[in-house]
């Protein structure tokens, strides 16, 4: 395979940036600069070839305008720390100022006295080290499973649905529908005075115009619709793609181990948000005697709606699962069919077993050893241990959420 496969264009201008972009298999090289600069100034970066399947999150993009890049750069050499920096101050800020603040001069509510409502930040931090995570693999996976390699001759237009888990567009609308719903239903069920009369106007106003609408809003609700993204829209990408087995897959998965990866890993986050949003709903009802929330307790109609959402994630990863597993079995049964139809074109008779019926020994023990390849690839991107910490998964929230008894 030759070292530059992508075409190598440079443009320079004495009044615009110059850039140059070209790709392999194994990177992409960039060429920066900035304006009204020498040819010799200009700097060569490799950059994965990954990158072009990651999208870039809007929480991201809210760090990089508010400056945390910048600073990550500052603190660390690398702007990779930007957007954990800019969510871990603003839940300090929140928790570690405004919360103390209440708890110890004005005596309103705050998580020393509530500790379940520590769960918030703990999702939130949870969701955008998952959420960089799921972006980040399923690039990683994409390459894996050799979407660019050459002899997967897959369509450029087909190829180019790969890029990026999820539209931009579609989590752009996601994050303002949720932002509107979010502001309903904290007008509708508390209102402004009883949230100010509950935790302070101080906290409120930094809540509902920061922390909520610039952090925890984007980062779940993107964790959410990338989740939908990975279990509904990657196993249709691979079925229009008409991806092939790698038969000689060491691991007997037919190269789909990083599919199968990602699968299971999106749904350990997502079982791992719903847990907590659990704690922090039903950590008070549990330790009633000890715990003191200002909240109302969740009533029966809570509880079906946290069912509903474990049943969604326990329907997606099984959605998702089957579209896979019916992609590899149809690759498996047709490579079969293929070797059957070779070996029975090698032999006489094909139902006289015997051995002076095979007409071309070496065609034959070829075959054969290619069909026993065959036979030990699965038909599922999943090993007997994966699929136990998956059973184990879909069990706890919904056994946990049953086990609560709620007050009546």
Not at 56 to 72: P, Q, Y
Not at 127 to 132: C, H, N, Q
Not at 298 to 321: E, H, K, R, T
Request: net charge neutral; aromatic share 12%.
């Amino acid at each position: 395979m030759p070292a530059q496969t992508g075409v190598l264009t440079i443009v320079q201008n004495t009044t615009h940036e110059a850039v140059t972009r070209g790709f392999n298999r194994n990177e992409r090289l960039f060429v920066t600069g900035s304006n009204r600069i020498k040819k010799s100034a200009r700097k060569w970066i490799p950059m994965p070839v990954e990158e072009r399947y990651r999208s870039t999150l809007i929480v991201e993009i809210i760090a990089r305008k508010a400056g945390f890049n910048t600073l990550s750069e500052q603190l660390f050499g690398s702007d990779s720390y930007g957007i954990y920096l800019f969510v871990c101050l603003g839940l300090f800020i929140e928790y570690g100022i405004f919360d103390v603040y209440n708890h110890f001069v004005t005596g309103k509510s705050s998580f020393i006295t509530s500790p379940n409502s520590l769960a918030i930040p703990a999702m939130t931090v949870l969701s955008i080290v998952g959420l960089r995570y799921l972006h980040n693999e399923y690039a990683s996976a994409v390459v894996g499973i050799g979407v660019e390699d050459e002899y997967t001759s897959i369509d450029k237009t087909v190829q180019d649905e790969f890029e990026g888990l999820v539209s931009f567009r579609l989590r752009l609308g996601a994050y303002i529908v949720a932002l509107i719903c979010y502001y309903a239903f904290v007008g509708s069920v508390f209102g402004a005075s009883r949230l100010v009369e509950i935790s302070g106007l101080g906290l409120v106003l930094y809540a509902q115009l920061v922390s909520f609408p610039l952090i925890i809003i984007p980062v779940l609700t993107e964790l959410t619709i990338s989740y939908v993204g990975i279990h509904v829209f990657v196993p249709q990408r691979l079925k229009k793609a008409d991806m092939g087995l790698f038969f000689y897959d060491p691991r007997n998965l037919g190269g789909f181990e990083p599919i199968g990866e990602l699968l299971k890993h999106s749904y350990y986050i997502y079982t791992a948000v719903l847990l907590l949003w659990f704690l922090q709903t039903h950590l008070p009802v549990i330790f009633s005697s000890v715990l003191n929330s200002p909240y109302p307790a969740p009533d029966p109609l809570f509880q079906a709606i946290l069912s509903a959402v474990w049943l969604v994630g326990v329907v997606s990863i099984g959605y998702s699962m089957y579209h896979v597993h019916s992609l590899m079995k149809s690759k498996k049964e047709g490579r079969v069919s293929t070797l059957e139809d070779e070996i029975k074109d090698i032999v006489e008779d094909p139902y006289d077993a015997t051995p002076t019926n095979i007409t071309d020994d070496e065609r034959y023990e070829n075959a054969q050893k290619n069909l026993k390849e065959v036979k030990q690839t699965k038909t599922y991107p999943t090993t007997f241990t994966m699929w136990s910490q998956i059973f184990l998964s879909v069990l706890l929230p919904q056994a946990l959420n049953m086990a609560v008894q709620l007050p009546q």
